[in-house]
């Protein structure tokens, strides 16, 4: 077995759980041996090693260790490893917000953070990357109330740090014109919002798409989502889906395949990014 390329010191911690996770799971059916049989020997509950192995939980170095010994695994390789499942122990800026973020979007968090690249939906409201800070803050108390807005607000400002690092992450945004129409928080609020839209759009890394209603129906009436892309090819594409109470990442090659092509469909549909731009500053007028 020869081990992935070491993750970047940089990279999210969520990332470098799912990288072990994965190969842990991708080492124990290579050497043949069930959740069962694995666990067993590993002296823990078949549960915790499904979770370990989905990377619902994270794992110990040592853990790690014993593991790549049962599945004869050794040397540089092992090593490579056990690093990464050190470096998957430290803490992203994320978790400081854990007592408003919920577990589950936590996880997202740390995805989004290390991705190259995120193509998405949305049906009802501006992404959260695109958000303005009294737009953020009107949806959460629209959609969570008032507990802890303000610090969900600054989780949500320091996500969209991603847009103007270094690297900058790649957007492609599909927006439904509804969302242009519907004065979330008031004239005052929505007019600010699509102006930070109009300026964001005009980055080299973002691409927003206006889906008019003009386009009629479309593949995506039901389902708003994110794509995301990560720079290293041993960290597979990821389909994120979720509503007020859960999240679900999707990692099939197939549904990935599936939501890849409804992007593409729906970049075809939308206006080109010069007349999105266009619309949105219309719409930027509307709320004046």
Known sequence: MTASPAIPPAASPTVRRRRIARELR???????????????????SKSNLSRIETAQIGIKPRDVRAALALYQVTGADAEALIEIARSAQQRGWWQNYS??????????VGLEAEAVALRTYEAESVPGLLQTEAYAREIYRRTAGEDGVERKVAARLRRQEVLRRDDPVQLSVVLNEAVLLRPVGGNAVMAEQVVHMTRIAQLPNVTIQVLPFAAGGHPAMSTPYVILNFADAADATVVYLDNLTMGLALEDADQVLGYSLLHEELCRMALDPAAS????????????
């Open 26 to 44: 991708q080492l124990r059916e290579r050497a043949g041996m069930t959740l069962d049989v694995a666990a067993r020997q590993l002296d823990m």
């Open 99 to 108: 007592d408003v973020l919920p577990e589950w979007f936590e996880f997202y």
């Open 277 to 288: 731009l266009t619309r949105l500053e219309q719409a930027s007028r509307n709320f004046a």
